[in-house]
């Protein structure tokens, strides 16, 4: 089935191509027990990425229009989601370093280093990427995409614009933004400071679960291949230990001093 079903004429499977899903998971050492795991795993958190990616821009676009109470909620759903993710690598945990090596050696140069929404969800949060130590092969396809993302505003960006649309930012720099931002963290009664105050909230608790999923990851990595050099060409496990201070809102962590 190529084309999507017709409202009224659907069902379950051809309403959410079940049957193209199930196509999607091919193994490329046949016989090994955990590689179905593997695929799978990682084709989920593609298309929770892709969520959360739609649920960013929401709360981007909630916010160019001044409105951060919509912002809000779209911010909370992509929480709940990146929550799932860190728990989600659990699941990859109950594999055993020998069941992955019996696959392993084939999937080289693919990396998790290499998801394009991986880095959009960065991009378009923080404007960050990879850390030095490690070289990302992309195909050209891939690399326009990340190019026009990296062009478009950041939720930072977006974040100060409706700061400013509300008259609630004094100057500019960031002395006059952490300025800002500690008056709403000491004084938010009114409804409109209210909604700022949660939306810094929501921001940190983007930022920090994503950290915290940094970490967990790289102590499955230790799990699974010590400190052997990852699939995709860095370092493995010393890699990833020197992404673990990345934070997308620095701002919102320095204002905590000031309080
Ligand atoms: C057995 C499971 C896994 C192992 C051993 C592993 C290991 C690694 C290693 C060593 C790196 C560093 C780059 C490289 O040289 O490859 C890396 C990067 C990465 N992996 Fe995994 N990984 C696993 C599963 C996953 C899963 C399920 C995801 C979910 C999409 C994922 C996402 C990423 C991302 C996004 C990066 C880039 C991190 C950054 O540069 O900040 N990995 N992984």
């Given amino acids: 089935m190529n084309e999507p079903p017709v409202g009224g004429e ?32 990682h084709q989920v958190y593609e298309l929770w990425f892709k969520l959360i990616l739609h649920e960013l821009e929401g709360a981007r676009a909630a916010l160019f229009a001044a409105k951060p109470w919509g912002a809000n909620r779209r911010l909370a759903r992509a929480v709940a989601v990146e929550e ?19 696959f392993r050696d084939p999937l080289a ?21 990879a850390s030095p130590g490690a070289v990302e092969r992309r195909s050209e396809a891939d690399r326009a995409r990340l190019g026009a993302r990296a062009a478009e ?69 230790a799990r699974e291949i010590g400190r052997r050099p990852g699939t995709g060409g860095s370092l493995g496990v010393g890699y990833l230990s020197r992404t673990l201070d990345k934070r997308f809102f620095p701002l919102l962590w320095e204002v905590r001093s000031l309080l």
């Fill in 10 to 41: 659907t069902d379950y499977s051809s309403y959410l191509r079940i049957d193209r899903l199930l196509e999607l998971q091919n193994e490329l050492s046949p016989g090994a027990e955990d590689e179905l795991l593997f695929i799978i795993v």
């Fill in 84 to 102: 799932l993710l860190v728990e989600q690598l659990k699941v990859l945990e109950t594999m055993s370093p020998e069941s992955f090596y019996e």
């Fill in 109 to 129: 140069p693919a990396s998790g280093f290499q998801s394009v929404q991986f880095r959009e969800i960065e991009a378009l949060s923080g404007g960050l990427g």
């Fill in 153 to 221: 505003p950041t939720l930072w960006q977006a974040c100060l614009a409706a700061l400013s649309a509300h008259g609630l930012i004094e100057g500019e720099g960031d002395e006059a933004v952490l300025r800002a931002v500690a008056a709403l963290y000491e004084s938010h009664e009114e409804p409109v400071q209210a909604s700022f105050h949660e939306l810094f909230e929501r921001l940190l608790d983007h930022d920090e679960v994503v950290a915290r999923w940094r970490y967990h990851h790289m102590l499955m990595a």
